[in-house]
C-alpha cells in the first residue's frame, strides 16, 4: 500500500530515510510522500534521502533550531504552534493517492514525543484516510526522563491514531555497543519488518503468480479498531536456481511432491517463528484482536496451503477470529520470510510498566501540588502572628 510518511524528531527521521532507502533498493514503492518535521536544524540537515523542499524546521522561534532538549511538553507546543509549516508541506502531496499516514517517532525524546500525536490529531481532523503511529519505545537504561517521555506520549498518541505500531528499543538493545552505533541495524530491523507488511499491499493481483495476494484492504482491515501492534519476522534463504536444475537433470519423479511438502512446512515453521521469535513489541500473542499474514518470497516457495496452515495455527495461538493471510511473490529475492502484524494485543508488560509509570508521575505531581499547598498555608498560619501581611 501507499503510504504518506512523516517522520518527527530524529528518529523519526532516521527510520524515514531508511525507508526510502529500502523503497529504492527494493522497488517496493511504499513511500509516495516523505516528510521530516523537527526543531533540531542540524537533524534534518544530516538526513540524505528526503528532499531538501520536504524537511520542515519547526519552533525556530522559541529553540532557534536547537531542538527541544527531550522537554516533550515544549515539544507538543511548538508542534501545535507551527502545525501550518508542516500542513504547507503535506500539502504537496497527492493525497488522493495514499492510502494512508504513517506518522514516525522516538517516544523518548522530546520533538517526536510531543509533536507526533500533535500531528496525527491534526491529520485525523483534515483528511479521511486512515492515520497510523510507529512509536519507537526507549530502552530502560536511557533514564527516567526517556521513560517518563514515552509514558506521556504514548498515553496521548495510541488515543490520537488509528493503530499504533510499537518498537522497543529496549527488547531489541545490543549487549556491548553503543546504541548509537547500533541503531543502524536496529533501524535496519524496523524497516524490513514494515516494509514487507506494507509491500504486500502494492502487489497488483496477478501481477506475480501469486495464490492469494495481499491487499492493501487486509492491511488496513487488520490494523482498524485502534490499539497497539507489534510485528514478528522470521526468514529462510532458498536456493532459486540450482535446484530446480539438479531436480530436472535426475529427472526426479516425486520431486514436485516433495518440494511441495517442503514448501508446505518451510511455511509452517517460518510462521511459529516469526510469532514466537522477538517481536518489534514483546508480548503474549494470545489475546490478540486480529492479525495478518504475510508470506513473501520467490512464488515457487509459496503456496496456499502452507499459509492456511500458518493461517490456522495463529488462529489457535492468539484466539483470534480475525486472522488474514496471503502472500507476497518477490521473484528476484532469495529469501522465504514471514511477517506477522499482531493488531490489538492486550497483554504487553512494557506497556503496563509504562502506565504505571505514568501514573506515578500524575499522582507524584498531585502529591507535590498538595505539598507545596500545605507548606504554603503552614507558611501563612505560622507567620500570621509575628509577621504583618506584605500586602
Ligand atoms: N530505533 C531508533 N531509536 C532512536 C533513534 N534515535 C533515537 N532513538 C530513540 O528515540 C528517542 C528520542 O530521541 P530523538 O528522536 O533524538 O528525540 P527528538 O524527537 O529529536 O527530541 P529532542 O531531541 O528532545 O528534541 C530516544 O530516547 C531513543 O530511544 C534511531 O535512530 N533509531
Ligand atoms: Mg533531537
Redo the contacts with the bound molecule.
Keep these: 500500500m501507499k503510504l504518506a510518511m512523516i517522520g518527527?524528531?530524529?528518529?523519526?527521521?532516521?527510520?524515514l530515510d531508511k525507508f526510502l532507502e529500502y523503497d529504492r533498493r527494493t522497488g517496493s514503492e511504499i513511500v509516495r510522500a516523505a516528510v521530516a518535521v523537527?526543531?533540531?536544524k542540524a537533524?534534518l540537515m544530516g538526513l540524505e534521502n528526503i528532499p531538501e523542499e520536504n524537511r520542515v524546521l519547526i519552533g525556530q522561534a522559541r529553540v532557534k533550531g536547537h531542538?527541544?532538549?527531550?522537554?516533550?511538553e515544549l515539544?507538543a507546543e511548538i508542534a501545535e504552534e507551527d502545525i501550518d509549516e508542516v500542513q504547507g508541506a503535506i500539502d504537496s502531496i497527492p493525497v488522493h493517492e495514499v492510502d494512508a499516514f504513517l506518522v514516525i517517532?522516538?517516544?523518548?525524546?522530546?520533538?517526536?514525543?510531543?509533536?507526533a500525536p500533535v500531528l496525527s490529531k491534526h491529520l485525523k481532523r483534515i483528511y479521511t484516510e486512515p492515520v497510523y503511529g510507529l512509536g519507537?519505545?526507549?530502552?530502560q537504561d536511557?533514564g527516567g526522563i526517556?521513560t517518563l517521555?514515552?509514558a506521556r506520549s504514548f498515553q496521548t498518541f495510541v488515543r490520537e491514531v488509528d493503530n499504533l505500531m510499537v518498537?522497543d528499543?529496549d527488547a531489541?538493545r545490543q549487549t556491548g555497543e553503543s546504541?548509537?552505533g547500533g541503531?543502524?541495524e536496529?533501524?535496519d530491523e524496523?524497516v524490513r519488518r514494515f516494509g514487507i507488511m506494507f509491500g504486500a499491499g502494492e502487489i497488483e493481483p496477478g501481477s506475480e503468480v501469486g495464490e492469494s495476494v495481499v491487499d492493501s484492504s487486509e492491511i488496513i482491515n487488520t490494523l482498524s479498531g485502534g490499539g497497539v501492534s507489534t510485528i514478528g519476522y522470521a526468514a529462510e534463504e532458498v536456493e532459486t536456481e540450482e535446484k530446480g536444475l539438479l531436480s530436472r537433470f535426475t529427472g526426479d519423479e516425486d520431486g514436485s511432491d516433495m518440494d511441495a511438502a517442503n514448501t508446505t512446512n518451510r511455511i509452517t515453521s517460518l510462521v511459529r517463528k516469526a510469532a514466537l521469535g522477538r517481536l518489534t513489541l514483546p508480548c503474549e500473542i494470545d489475546g490478540t484482536e486480529r492479525a495478518l499474514l504475510v508470506m513473501s518470497g520467490p512464488p515457487k516457495f509459496l503456496n496456499r496451503k502452507g499459509i492456511e496452515r500458518g493461517r490456522k495455527w495463529l488462529e489457535e495461538q492468539t484466539g483470534s477470529m480475525e486472522v488474514r493471510g496471503g502472500d507476497y511473490p518477490v521473484s528476484e529475492s532469495s529469501f522465504v520470510a514471514s511477517v506477522i502484524l499482531l493488531s490489538g494485543v492486550t497483554d504487553v508488560p512494557r506497556i503496563k510498566e509504562l502506565q504505571q509509570v505514568a501514573i506515578e508521575a500524575q499522582d507524584n505531581i498531585e502529591e507535590i501540588r498538595e505539598q507545596s499547598e500545605e507548606n504554603l498555608h503552614g507558611l501563612v498560619e505560622d507567620d500570621e502572628d509575628e509577621l504583618e501581611p506584605l500586602f
Excluded at 531542538?67 to 516533550?72: E, P, Q, S, Y
Excluded at 517517532?105 to 510531543?114: E, H, I, R, V
Excluded at 519507537?136 to 530502552?139: E, K, N, T
Design positions: 518527527f524528531g530524529q528518529a523519526g527521521g532516521k527510520i523537527n526543531s533540531a537533524d531542538g527541544v532538549g527531550a522537554d516533550n515539544g517517532a522516538g517516544l523518548g525524546g522530546g520533538t517526536g514525543s510531543g509533536g519507537v519505545l526507549p530502552s536511557e526517556y517521555n514515552a518498537f528499543n531489541w546504541m548509537e541503531y543502524d536496529i533501524n524496523i
